[in-house]
């Protein structure tokens, strides 16, 4: 009604052009919820042809199939993209509904604490980290038996949303969130009730999907312990150079070199005594911001004969 009152006949060209610039000139946030809301309408769209023909299951068994991560390892070499697509993909209108309202509200919570690049980060590494664990776990648990291993793949956003959800509640343990009917909580005890409902609910018949939300929390959580040593696990995907730098690196040496004194007389003696000497300090300068090793062959030369005089 908003827009029809905005808008008047106009009204689709009116909602174009008010969609696509939140799109583009929106948060982190605001892209993914219209990502996971844009890939489902696309895929009702589809589905509704074949369903009115009488080919229901194509829909099952083709199209979501394409775009969910299977649990065969051997599957996955045949369709890498379903580790990306699957974190955007729902099932039903309600499944995606309670994603998008998580993803929401704990989104802006992650905003308040992190940057978008990070929120980013972390939903897609914690995607991937439900997948990973709910592969394993079909491969190397009896209780799934090869059957089962076959047929089965997983959808849904769940994964990377628990991983946005671990990532703010470690990291704000004490924080307190105000829930219906029963008040205030702090913000771990959240998250392990969430957690244990999703281990408690593996005995069920979406065992895949409790797993991946298990995998997805992990990472929440190595992420929030890895802020807390200053290292930012986001950067796995979003800044690939800046997690090399962020690694450990073998102490570099630094070198004190006794400055040496002017010894020369006259103008011209003291004026490349000076220049020389301004050389030397801005060389002692990078030794102490970067260390030795980064100096060149030519510097090091100087520097040495420096320490000889």
């Known amino acids: 009604m908003i827009y029809y009152r905005n808008y008047g006949?106009?009204?689709?060209?009116?909602f174009k052009k008010s969609m696509f610039p939140s799109f583009r000139d929106g948060s982190a946030l605001t892209r993914l919820i219209y990502i996971n809301c844009g890939l489902f309408f696309a895929v009702s769209v589809v589905y509704i042809p074949f369903l009115l023909m009488g080919f229901k299951g194509?829909?099952?068994?083709?199209?979501?199939?394409?775009?969910?991560?299977?649990?065969?390892p051997e599957g996955l070499i045949y369709c890498p993209w379903t580790l990306f697509t699957y974190m955007f993909t729902h099932f039903g209108f309600f499944h995606l509904l309670f994603n998008m309202l998580w993803l929401y509200w704990f989104g802006s919570l992650f905003l308040n604490r992190f940057t978008e690049r990070q929120l980013t980060g972390v939903y897609l590494l914690g995607g991937i980290s439900g997948a990973g664990l709910f592969i394993l776990s079909y491969n190397i648990f009896p209780y799934f038996d090869g059957i089962t291993r076959l047929l089965s793949w997983t959808i849904g956003a769940s994964?990377?949303?628990?991983?946005i959800v671990f990532a703010v509640c470690f990291h704000s343990p004490r924080q307190q969130v105000y829930i219906f009917l029963i008040g205030p909580v702090r913000m771990i005890y959240l998250a392990l009730f969430t957690a244990l409902i999703d281990l408690l609910s593996i005995q069920g018949d979406n065992a895949g999907g409790h797993i991946a939300h298990l995998g997805g929390a992990f990472f929440g959580w190595l992420f929030a312990m890895g802020i807390r040593s200053r290292r930012d696990l986001a950067t796995w995907i979003t800044r690939p150079a800046d997690w090399f730098r962020q690694m450990p690196r073998r102490k570099k040496m630094h070198v004190r070199y006794r400055r040496a004194a002017s010894g020369m007389n006259g103008g011209e003696g003291n004026a490349d005594k000076k220049r020389e000497d301004a050389r030397i300090n801005e060389i002692l300068d990078k030794i102490s911001r970067s260390g030795y090793e980064s100096l060149t062959g030519e510097e090091k030369a100087l520097l040495f004969k420096s320490g000889r005089n």
């Open 9 to 14: 006949q106009d009204f689709p060209n009116g």
């Open 58 to 72: 194509i829909y099952y068994d083709v199209l979501l199939e394409w775009l969910g991560v299977p649990a065969d």
């Open 159 to 163: 994964a990377s949303v628990m991983a």
